[in-house]
């Protein structure tokens, strides 16, 4: 089974802080992906990669980056955190076919 | 327009009932199309893929594509309330490198 791990389930950081979530897959997939899901809005993409070293934006990176110097690990950064980014962060990553979703991280921002 | 337009709901059924669940899709050169179910506060798993025009069963779920009318549905047959949930219709464009997901139906099996 693919698995997807990401580094935390729930997280708490103040305003102006450097945030690091991570994520691993364990299935040698290709492509990782980074959502952010609020009510109302679905899922959102704000990042992905589809092999080491690249990456692409997705419809709203403004105030992140990401960094995938390893084919499992894909982190995101929040640069100066702010409480407008207070959501669910999930990871997925893919092969070519199905996207598998990591257990996601709830973000707060206070 | 979105990528993937799904009717938001809440859709309520009758526990055994059949639940049909739409979305459609605005990219005429998407390849592959899934249905997630996403339970409240957990991330979204994979329940349905299907690749090619026609129906796809799988248990009590069978998947259905019209790429003709960029529509894809999913039918749960003998709902349970386990079943209620968000479900997810996404879509993946040619280069398999992205994929594009709908709102989510909410969906609620009454007992």
């Known amino acids: 089974d693919v698995k997807v791990t990401q580094s935390s389930r729930y997280l708490v950081k103040r305003t102006g802080e450097k945030v690091f979530l991570e994520c691993v897959q364990d299935m040698d997939h290709e492509n990782m992906f980074w959502y952010r899901q609020d009510p109302g809005l679905g899922l959102r993409l704000i990042y992905f990669s589809y092999d080491v070293k690249m990456k692409e934006k997705g419809d709203i990176p403004e105030g992140y980056s990401v960094s995938r110097e390893k084919k499992e690990r894909f982190s995101l950064i929040l640069e100066s955190a702010s409480t407008n980014q207070t959501s669910m962060y999930l990871c997925?990553?893919?092969?070519?076919?199905?996207?598998?979703f990591g257990q996601g991280t709830r973000l707060t921002v206070v | 327009q979105k990528e993937v337009e799904q009717n938001s709901g809440p859709l309520s059924v009758p526990e055994g009932a059949i639940a049909s669940l739409n979305c459609t899709y605005s990219?005429?050169?998407?390849?592959?199309f899934f249905w997630y179910r996403q339970y409240s506060g957990k991330s979204p798993e994979l329940i349905m893929s299907?690749?090619?025009?026609g129906d796809k069963e799988d248990g009590r779920f069978t998947a259905q594509l019209n790429k003709a009318s960029q529509y894809v549905s999913l039918l749960i047959r003998d709902s349970q309330p386990s079943d209620s949930a968000t479900y997810l219709c996404?879509?993946?464009?040619?280069?398999?490198?992205?994929?594009?997901f709908g709102s989510g139906t909410k969906l609620n099996v009454k007992p």
């Open positions: 299907i690749y090619s025009n």
């Open positions: 996404a879509v993946n464009g040619y280069n398999f490198n992205k994929f594009y």
């Open positions: 990219d005429r050169v998407s390849q592959s």
């Open positions: 997925a990553s893919s092969l070519s076919g199905e996207a598998f």
